[in-house]
């Protein structure tokens, strides 16, 4: 069951991820896909200020990663400069969510071999519409019923925040999409299915 939501600016963005981050718990895993500009970091940013990070979020091109405090630690990667799936095993992924942090990765979808089975992907892409430029589509693809839930809580408080704050209210902001097709890759093998 994926949520999908429309932003109108980088601001709503941000409030998006604010009203996600109020649900994050240690050892959560968020995914960012989407092309350069779609606004990855903008998500990060509002989630980072949902947990309480002082500092705004910058994108850690260089460094892979950078660590904040906030009311957990938030772990922000981006993974675009990685050239080899084995790189990734030196991030150190599975310490980060030991020592009860939250790890948020742009570009992630590069590493999904090598992520939790639970974890959220969020597809950011712009808008088809090049009247509006500040238009975003999010597509949140819960993994796991806990994530699934999530998506459902953010989206009662995120319905409400954007609402309030769209004088000009462009038509429904979310609307949920059921892809009778799309499989959890991440799903765990049953013991059926190994017999088999
Ligand atoms: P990415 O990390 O995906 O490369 P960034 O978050 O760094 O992208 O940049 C997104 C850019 O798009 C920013 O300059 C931001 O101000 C702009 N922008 C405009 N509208 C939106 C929106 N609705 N959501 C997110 N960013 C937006
Ligand atoms: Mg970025």
Known sequence: MNVVATTASVDET????HALASLARPGDVVVLAGD????KTAFAQ???????????????????????????????LDVYRLEHLSEALDLGLP??????????IEWGDAIAPMLPRRHLDIEVRRAKDPDSEDERC??????????????????????TLLNA???????PRFE???DPFARDHHREITVEEEEA
């Open 165 to 171: 704050a769209a004088v000009d209210s462009r038509g």
């Open 138 to 159: 999010l597509i949140f693809k819960p993994h796991g019923a806990e994530w699934i839930r999530k998506v459902q809580a953010m989206r009662t408080t995120a319905e």
């Open 46 to 76: 509002g989630f980072g200020s949902g947990l309480g990070v002082a500092d705004r979020i910058t994108s850690p091109t260089f460094t892979l990663v950078h660590v904040y405090e906030g009311r957990l630690p938030v772990h922000h």
């Open 95 to 104: 310490e980060m969510l030991d020592e009860g942090g939250v790890v948020l």
């Open 14 to 17: 941000r409030d998006l991820a």
């Open 36 to 39: 350069l500009g779609a606004g």
């Open 176 to 178: 949920v999409t059921v």
